[in-house]
């Protein structure tokens, strides 16, 4: 490879770090990190080098830019007496008890705003060893700078100045929405960012992509331009695709589902042509150079700043087969008035913490709940004279009034926030609000009073009322529901994604009488959950994979009686013999008493004995039908004999058919316990 002459912020750069130190190095996009990485290399000559890269592909293109270089990657061979070791995240992390990290003098990660996790942590930071954070954008998912365990900071050039210095094609930007301003405070977030659910309602209430379909056909993004488009899902992508491919002759789309060979060929594809568009998730969000691409349309609705920065100016690549290159980007959500494109990162240096913003109030309870607000997200509430976004869709919530004031149009934090409630009438409440601008807004909210169709639920945890028992796990944004009415023999399993859907299924499964909502963690489209967070002990039965809980309350039974045998100090293997005898006509009958008081050894074995007796026969001995067997919860009574004979005696029916047919049948058994 012919020697590449530095420009001069690159080996300003390479001169400010710091030997022995953790160096945070900031360089924005198309700055040259790789050549920066090699001038390192050459510059400090360690005996042996990590580049530790997010993304295979751009790993291996690094390593081009060495000669006695090697890969710690998986399908790649490793050859331990190179100076220069390339490595993925991935093969690193299940490699590490073959990899002596203590051989590298000089450790390089890639990225680091996507990855700073303690694992990751656990392999870059070394003694002794000199170590390079690199990334374009500084800040943590909650756009805070990146400043932990930083001992040198490395600022050699801005956006702004390669700009001015021509070192990026010259870049406009146009903005012709506001949804994220819309809509942004009443969002809910989910690992940092924006809830799928949330998100996806956003796209569809702001037409997103029609609007999209519509710029791309008046500027002839496809046809005269090659265009590079973001959005939020895999979904979203696809449909774009197809409103789009019929249209136009070179249309991509770019995402995770499809094989490293096709998103090659698809790629290259793009490349390649003339005039095309490729539709991106976020794989072409790191480390992808496109000098033909001239334009860019931003339609990925994130919180996280680092991400919208990295994509802004992925069509800013200079071309040198066009010297009057001019990107344009078209934000589709209004990011712009989030983000700075041109920021060289002081601002957010400025920014106070939660826990500083909330230091500074006078009044000490104020203090003392928005230092409780801190624990998570600040809460924040839109000032702009409409309706929260989360309550629009509320089927209770009315009559929304501007009492006074003009909106400031700002997001506050609920902390700095009035509120108050006041009696509107029988089933009525009216809910106040008031900005720190002076803006007064109010509107009704009818409650579980109300003689309507709604259904009252209870807070109180009473086993005679009907109850819902939820198995929340936020790691599938996933629950299971098991409705127990008391006018019924058997539990319903049922898998939901969302409370709405779950909450009409209680209605029809209860039938409008009330019930009680039990449930591993709070629910806040539901009414008065009572959170038992115990229940999350029982979530690794679950099996979310096969879709099918038939066999969970089964396991939930056996799970229950093995604490019982231990605690009454029984043998475990009396649960696995038992089992055998619970199936779907009994589970209730079970699960009623192992949940009640005073159990003892005799009790247990009295149960258990009394249960055996009545497995489920083939048929009904009187109406034949295979689907009658006898279940001791349709019992009508049980007799005890006046005398002690060891006997006692159940009256029941066979099968729903006897029942109806009134055709009772007489049950004995031994009692050898009584």
């Not at 090659?264 to 490349?271: A, C, H, V």
């Amino acid at each position: 490879m012919s020697k590449l002459i530095p420009r001069a912020y690159q080996q300003l750069a390479v001169d400010s770090v710091e030997v022995g130190k953790v160096n945070l190095l900031v360089l924005p996009q198309r700055a040259g990190k790789t050549l920066v990485f090699k001038l390192m290399i050459e510059q400090f000559e360690p005996k042996k080098a990590l580049l530790i890269i997010g993304y295979r592909h751009i790993a291996e293109q690094i390593a081009t830019y060495f000669e006695d270089v090697t890969f710690i990657m998986a399908g790649k061979s490793f050859d331990n007496s190179k100076q220069v070791h390339v490595a993925s995240f991935q093969t690193m992390q299940s490699r590490l008890e073959e990899i002596d990290l203590s051989q590298y003098d000089l450790i390089i990660q890639d990225e680091r705003h996507s990855r700073m996790s303690k694992q990751v942590d656990n392999i870059v930071l070394q003694k002794d060893t000199t170590v390079v954070f690199a990334t374009g954008t500084p800040l943590t998912q909650s756009n805070k700078l990146i400043t932990k365990g930083i001992d040198n900071h490395i600022n050699p050039i801005t956006v702004t100045e390669m700009m001015q210095q021509r070192y990026l094609a010259p870049t406009k930007f146009m903005s012709n929405k506001n949804v994220i301003g819309e809509n942004a405070s009443q969002l809910r977030t989910n690992r940092g960012d924006y809830s799928e659910a949330d998100v996806k309602q956003v796209v569809q209430k702001s037409d997103l992509l029609k609007d999209i379909v519509r710029l791309v056909e008046k500027e002839d993004l496809a046809t005269k331009h090659k265009t590079l488009v973001y959005v939020n899902f895999i979904s979203t992508a696809q449909e774009l695709y197809e409103m789009l491919k019929d249209s136009y002759d070179n249309v991509f789309v770019l995402h995770s589902k499809l094989s490293n060979k096709q998103q090659t060929e698809l790629l290259n594809s793009y490349q390649t042509c003339e005039n095309g568009l490729i539709i991106s998730v976020r794989s072409l969000s790191l480390g992808f150079d496109s000098p033909t691409s001239n334009r860019l349309v931003f339609g990925l609705l994130t919180k996280i700043h680092s991400l919208a920065l990295q994509i802004l100016w992925r069509s800013s690549t200079k071309n040198p087969a066009d010297p009057n290159k001019q990107a344009i980007v078209y934000d589709m959500l209004g990011i712009l008035s989030e983000v700075n494109a041109y920021t060289d990162f002081s601002e957010y240096s400025k920014k106070l913490s939660c826990k500083d913003e909330c230091s500074k109030l006078p009044d000490l309870f104020d203090r003392y709940a928005c230092l409780e607000s801190c624990a998570g997200e600040p809460p924040m509430s839109n000032c702009d004279g409409k309706l929260s976004y989360d309550l629009q869709e509320n089927p209770h919530v009315s009559n929304y009034t501007v009492h006074s004031g003009i909106p400031c149009k700002e997001s506050v934090p609920i902390h700095n926030m009035s509120y108050k409630t006041t009696d509107a009438g029988e089933g009525r409440l009216q809910k106040w609000s008031m900005c720190p601008c002076g803006l007064i807004t109010s509107y009704i909210l009818k409650t579980s009073v109300v003689p309507s169709e709604m259904i009252e639920v209870y807070s109180d945890l009473n086993p005679n009322k009907n109850c819902i028992t939820v198995l929340y796990d936020p790691s599938v944004k996933k629950a299971i529901a098991l409705f127990d009415s008391t006018e019924r023999t058997r539990y319903k399993v049922l898998e939901f994604n969302n409370s709405e859907e779950m909450f009409k299924s209680a209605v029809k499964f209860f039938k409008n009488q009330t019930f009680t909502i039990l449930s591993t963690t709070k629910l806040s489209k539901l009414p008065n959950v009572v959170v038992d967070t115990e229940l999350k002990a029982v979530l690794p039965l679950v099996n979310w994979e096969s879709g099918n809980h038939d066999g969970l309350v089964k396991k939930l039974i056996i799970l229950k009686l093995e604490h019982i045998l231990e605690f009454l100090q029984m043998k475990k293997g009396y649960a696995y013999y038992q089992k055998k005898h619970i199936n779907k006509d009994n589970e209730k009958q079970v699960m009623t008493f192992l949940n009640g008081e005073s159990l003892t050894k005799q009790k247990v074995v009295k149960f258990f004995d009394k249960l055996g007796k009545f497995e489920a026969v083939q048929e009904c001995m009187y109406c034949k039908d295979p689907n009658g067997s006898y279940s001791t919860t349709i019992v009508k009574k049980a007799i005890k004999p006046k005398t002690f004979s060891h006997r006692w005696t159940d009256i029941g029916y066979c099968c729903d058919t006897c029942e109806r047919n009134g055709k009772q049948i007489i049950f004995e058994y031994s009692n050898q316990d009584e």
